[in-house]
């Protein structure tokens, strides 16, 4: 990506009430130039403090996972609902909720899925 694309990007960002940190977070890109060049870059355009993001940014014992390869954006569509009544609901039961979400998961997503796997539904042809 181009020096100017990035600017653009940044502004456009800014421009659409988007946040710009003075650095790049979670890079696959492992070139020190590069994070170098960006940080330039985007010192010019931050609009927040990258100290109230220092929590989130700390990935001190954290082990970062890709994406499950099976029914992920079904096991969001469950988790949303969890994540809404606990946002909603102060008095929420988060373990309850977390147990019927994970039931309710297993009976109408996995099951499913499982059952197309299944070497009985599967034809050589």
Same mark, same amino acid.
């Given at each position: ?6 600017? *653009?990007?940044?502004q456009?960002?800014?421009d659409?009430?988007?946040v710009?940190?003075?650095? *790049?977070i979670?890079?696959?890109w492992q +070139?020190?130039e /590069?994070?170098e /060049?960006?940080k330039e870059?985007y ?10 993001f220092?929590?989130?940014?700390d +990935?001190?014992?954290?082990t970062?996972r890709?994406? *499950?390869?099976?029914c ?12 809404? *009544?606990?946002i909603?609901?102060e008095?929420?039961?988060i373990?309850?909720?977390t147990?019927?979400a994970v039931n309710?998961?297993? /009976?109408?997503?996995?099951? /499913?899925w ?6 009985s539904?599967?034809?050589?042809s």
């Amino acid at each position: 990506m181009s020096k100017k694309t990035i600017r *653009e990007n940044c502004q456009q960002n800014i421009d659409n009430g988007g946040v710009v940190l003075p650095v *790049e977070i979670f890079s696959i890109w492992q +070139s020190p130039e /590069r994070s170098e /060049r960006l940080k330039e870059i985007y010192a010019d355009y931050a609009n927040v403090e990258l100290s109230n993001f220092a929590d989130y940014m700390d +990935s001190t014992g954290v082990t970062l996972r890709p994406e *499950e390869t099976a029914c992920c954006q079904q096991l969001y569509a469950v988790l949303d609902g969890v994540i809404q *009544e606990v946002i909603a609901n102060e008095n929420a039961d988060i373990d309850a909720l977390t147990v019927t979400a994970v039931n309710d998961f297993s /009976r109408t997503i996995l099951i /499913r899925w499982t059952i197309k796997l299944s070497p009985s539904n599967v034809s050589d042809s």
